[in-house]
């Protein structure tokens, strides 16, 4: 079964509170999405690490709920 836009919302809001997230479903199919985080919790982190938070934030439904996610991800500005 496809994780839902609100199921991936959830996950990456508990994971990355106050964050600036937005997702886009790419195939309309729940199954390939777009996510851009933008979140202080990244500041100082190489982008290959807030990639791993974000898919350790999905609890291991990566792969198995959700088939594709393209993952845009960084600090806010100014943050450091």
Do not use: C, N
């Not at 999405?33 to 979140?39: D, G, L």
């Not at 982008?47 to 996610?69: D, F, P, S, T, W």
């Amino acid at each position: 079964m496809p994780m839902s836009v609100d199921t991936l919302r959830q996950h990456l809001e508990d994971a990355f509170p106050g964050a600036e997230i937005a997702i886009e479903d790419l195939a309309g199919d729940g199954d390939h999405y777009r996510a851009r985080i933008v979140s202080a919790a990244f500041a100082g982190v190489p982008r290959v690490r807030q990639h791993q938070m974000v898919y350790a934030a999905l609890k291991g439904q990566m792969g198995g709920e959700l088939h594709a996610l393209a993952l845009e991800t960084g600090a806010p500005s100014g943050a450091a």
